[in-house]
DNA sequence: GTCTATAAAACGATAGAC
DNA sequence: GTCTATCGTTTTATAGAC
């Protein structure tokens, strides 16, 4: 059962896909499951996609260009790059509740397939690379070229990490609290390209 | 195909179990790769484990219970409890090449599951509790009453973060390097309760 | 493009001989 | 306790009418 939406039945397919795979997981949600939430006869699925790891690809897809539209919008209305990692890190306050209870839709794929074999894998991680690659832009433009990369894992690491615990403990909370944590520290490490006068001597790690 | 185990059947079955969902997850895994696995004829399986969901049940409890032998191992041979956190966390060292391939078995069971309704999602993320619960303990035990929780909690999040990320990025040098991120810092924070000289007065979070 | 009907295979689970 | 044979269901996927 869907919205009264009068998208067309390929994108409605996709939502659905993306609704169910984030909820109950890849294996465990059906095609039947997705094309009766999508209120689309299961037979007409296969005239959009030919098989459900083609529309498991096409809805990770859409994840993925859903993070890139926000690396552009970062850019395009925040100068500071520090400001732009915590507005990325903040992101997932907006979502804490639904992640506690579901997960991360993509480290979710990423947990249930093979990152070696699976190229639906690949896509689901290429996400979290692109978000590596764009945070370490924004750490390197804080001049810290040398920790960039580590720093832009570690900040994934330490949000996906406090998704699974509060799934595990039922309180969003915890996701809450780690990104202040983060938070706390993106906003310590100084600005070694340019100083303006704000930054402190503290050292994060 | 087993190892020339002569082991009783519910023991090597539940051995197979935990293999198989950990490598391949619980959804992709059936009954009949498990019986297999064990070699073992699937109609026997049902002689030990009514259902597939029992069998789970029982490789997860297998799990809990190594985590809690653990922690008596760890009293028993380490009198400082900062030391006894290094070494809980250095663990994850010792397994991380295959981690980093097949992503934690426990933060995989918690992430297939629906952590509100199985019982299975319960007892898997009651492992989680009972390592933030000893956590807990060690940080009190170094005089961090207050902070204690909130430390365990991130001590794990930060593991498992790590483990996503690697798995992610097919390189188990990530967990490597957020293990060393997070020794560093327990090395870091003082011990409140006695003074052995040691300790600095860097705070860390 | 849309939908019904159904094929083909895999799955969890059971019955019952030994 | 052990194992074979199989039931009933669900799944992905296809064929073909409209």
Redesign the interface.
Known sequence: MNLPNPQNKKERLIDSAATLFHR??L??TSLADIARHADIPIGNVYYYFKTKDDLAIAATQRRKEQFAASYILLSENIADPRARLVEAVNYYNTVCAEYA?Y?CPI??I???T???KDALAKL??SI??DF?NWAKIQFEQLGHEEDAK?YA??V???????I??A????NSQ?IA??LE?LI?WLDGIPNKKIQLGKVGIRFG?
């Open positions: 109950n997981g294996m465990a209870r997960g480290g979710k990423i947990s249930d093979d990152s070696e689901a991680s979290f690379v590596v580590k894992i570690s994934m690491a330490g949000i996906q990490g406090s699974i615990m799934k595990s403990m039922q915890i609290v780690e944590r706390t790690a």
